[in-house]
């Protein structure tokens, strides 16, 4: 990751072509298309990987992790259905780059990271760039209870189950989207809060992410 970078005309062309390509792939929402359209990936890259940044693939972060492809963020995002003033809970800040694209859509983000080396790494470069979001280092699979309840949760690693700590932490009326399953693939699944006992699940596509780790999952 590197914040050395410009935002020129070639990366800004590079950003609305993906976008584009993410339209063709199903994502409508044009909200969350904008705010794909204007976060910088490539500063997410080094520069000796700078062709990579703007194609539809993960990419390997360090410590294990990936920078998930712009479709899946997109994806996920359209999911959460975000308002400005959003209070958002991210479990796996990871590269950060979804922690940038929800604060374009006016969420008001808490983001934790149990990596300490990617956490202080984004923790400093999110700032640089310009993005203000709550950083925590800790275990996500339980959330972060101190600044409970949130509008929106979203985990960015797959569980094995739904962790009864994210529900909890959830205001009435308000999504988590996680994915559930084994360590190698997962399906998609939005949970609607409609009261304290009461829930409302949806399962979607299959997708493939890093393992959520912590005393709730793995």
Known sequence: MNT????GYREKGARKKLVEELKTKGIEDE???????????????????WNQAYKDIA???GEGQTISTPFTVAYQTQL????KGDKVLEIGTGSGYQTCVLIELGAKVYTIERQEKLYNHTALMLPEMGYKARFFLG???RGYEKRAPYDKIIVTAGAPTVPEELLKQLNIGGIL????????????????KLSETDYEKIVLDTFRFVPLVGDKAW
């Open 4 to 7: 050395n970078f410009t935002d």
């Open 31 to 49: 909200k969350v298309l904008a705010a794909i359209g204007k976060v910088p990936r490539h500063f997410f890259f080094h520069e000796n990987f």
């Open 59 to 61: 990419f390997p972060i």
């Open 80 to 83: 959460l259905h975000i308002h």
């Open 139 to 141: 275990d996500g699979s």
């Open 177 to 192: 989207v996680i994915p559930v399953g084994d360590q190698k693939l997962q399906k998609m699944i939005t949970i609607l």
